[in-house]
């Protein structure tokens, strides 16, 4: 009895582990899919009453650069980082940045690694506002000391099928 | 007494006994699944939350409501064609509408869950004319995130760094649980399937193992969700056990289009 019940349930334990197995590489793909190179069309930039509920001024950058993010995993590769660079058009032309980058469909956080620190335009924690294999949108928030919001950042980045 | 019931009912399952003619079914299915949330320790920390910030003009409710999303499943089928013992290996994946807090100014925080199951079913099937139905023991593999978003007055929405209490909080855990399944045939390969389970939930004796963490390399300190929410200031680290666990279980439901794959019959020696 034993020994027919035994493989079987063997089969249904294993069966439950691949199916239940969390691959946590799955949302990274997103980005690193293809060349994983992605055009960053534009930051835009809101800045805020003191009441942190009006926009008083905003500002657009256009083409700030483009982000190429890879396969390979960084030294932090247990929180499944990946190595990136940042080509970025910057006044007296195309400065390079290698950092790494953690995506996890919800968040974006870009990290220095060896080689380099992330560009001042996307270094922080990131909100996804949207996100899917051709389109993301990401956005970061800076707070006035009395924690109201004084400047909203968005940058949007397309799949380039380069 | 409960879990050797379990297991009983289980092997009562697997050991119908096969007859001469051998039937085998491979399907595929998937549609719209939903889940009841009920849990005893998310409404702590929402309790804690309330009490703190005693200025909210709207308070988190301390129901999470229905989850909703979808969900796709592949079923092995072997027995008689009028009843056979099934194997099937299921992915639900299902969120709550946001719970919500806020102030006046329209500032506040979000709260929703995503519950992600992997399960595994096992169970007898009978088939009659057009009409199906069944039985099915499940052990599902919970992965459970908590979704703690600042929202500003402009309705802009901030898992970032900008507050202390952003994060995405995962647990899981295994749940078994059981349930029935009904379908009807609409076409020769095609049925209408609906079903639902009742996933318990486990790990009663040990909430520290199922604790909802943010382990995320830019969170160093308060990576959890706290019981209280003041004690989550004086003592970030969490040094007390104050934080809540995983502990999500309900009614599991689903309804669907399933597809034979492959179905045939041979007879037995």
């Not at chain 2, 909430?207 to 300190?221: A, G, V």
């Amino acid at each position: 009895m034993k020994k027919f019940f035994a493989p079987f349930l063997l089969l249904l334990l294993v069966a439950t582990l691949i199916v239940g197995c969390e691959k946590g590489d799955m949302k990274i793909k997103k980005l690193n899919h293809g060349d994983g190179t992605w055009t960053i069309n534009s930051i835009h930039y809101q800045y805020y009453d003191s009441l942190g509920a009006t926009v008083v001024f905003d500002s657009t950058a256009s083409n700030p650069g483009e982000l190429v993010v890879f396969t390979t995993t960084t030294l932090n590769g247990l929180f499944d980082y990946r190595l990136c660079v940042a080509n970025m058009n910057e006044s007296g032309g195309v400065n390079v940045y290698n950092c790494e980058i953690f995506f996890d469909e919800a968040r974006v956080h870009f990290g220095s690694t060896v080689d380099g620190d992330p560009p001042a335009e996307l270094a922080g924690l990131w909100t996804v506002n949207k996100s899917n294999r051709r389109k993301q949108e990401w956005s970061i928030y800076q707070l006035r000391g009395d924690g109201s919001l004084a400047m909203k950042k968005t940058i949007d980045l397309d799949f380039d099928k380069r | 007494m409960k879990n050797k019931l379990f297991i009983l009912l289980l092997l009562l399952s697997v050991s119908y006994p096969a007859s001469a003619q051998l039937a085998f079914l491979f399907s595929a299915e998937a549609g719209l699944a939903g889940s009841t949330v009920k849990t005893d320790e998310l409404p702590v920390f929402l309790t804690s939350y309330n009490t703190v910030n005693s200025g909210l003009t709207q308070e988190f409710g301390m129901k999470q409501g229905m989850a909703k999303g979808n969900y796709y499943h592949f079923m092995l089928g072997i027995g008689e064609k009028k009843c056979m013992m099934t194997l099937g290996l299921g992915r639900y994946l299902v969120t709550t509408n946001p719970n919500e807090a806020r102030y006046a100014d329209g500032t506040g925080r979000d709260i929703s869950t995503e519950i992600r199951d992997a399960s595994t079913e096992v169970g007898i099937r009978f088939q009659k004319n057009k009409f199906v139905a069944g039985f099915q023991f499940v052990i599902s593999i919970r992965t459970v995130s908590i979704y703690s978003e600042y929202i500003f007055a402009d309705g802009s929405k901030s898992l970032g760094a900008d507050h202390t209490l952003n994060g995405v909080y995962d647990n899981f855990a295994f749940g078994p649980g059981f349930g029935f399944n009904v379908g009807y045939r609409l076409f020769p390969c095609v049925y209408l399937v609906a079903k639902a389970d009742y996933i318990f939930r486990t790990a009663k004796k040990h909430p520290e193992y199922h604790q909802f963490d943010d382990l995320q390399d830019f969170r160093q300190e308060q990576n959890y969700l706290p019981r209280d929410l003041n004690m989550y200031v004086t003592d970030p680290y969490n040094g007390s056990g104050n934080s809540i666990s995983h502990d999500i279980r309900g009614l599991r439901f689903g309804i669907g289009l399933q597809i034979c794959l492959a179905s045939f019959e041979f007879e037995k020696d």
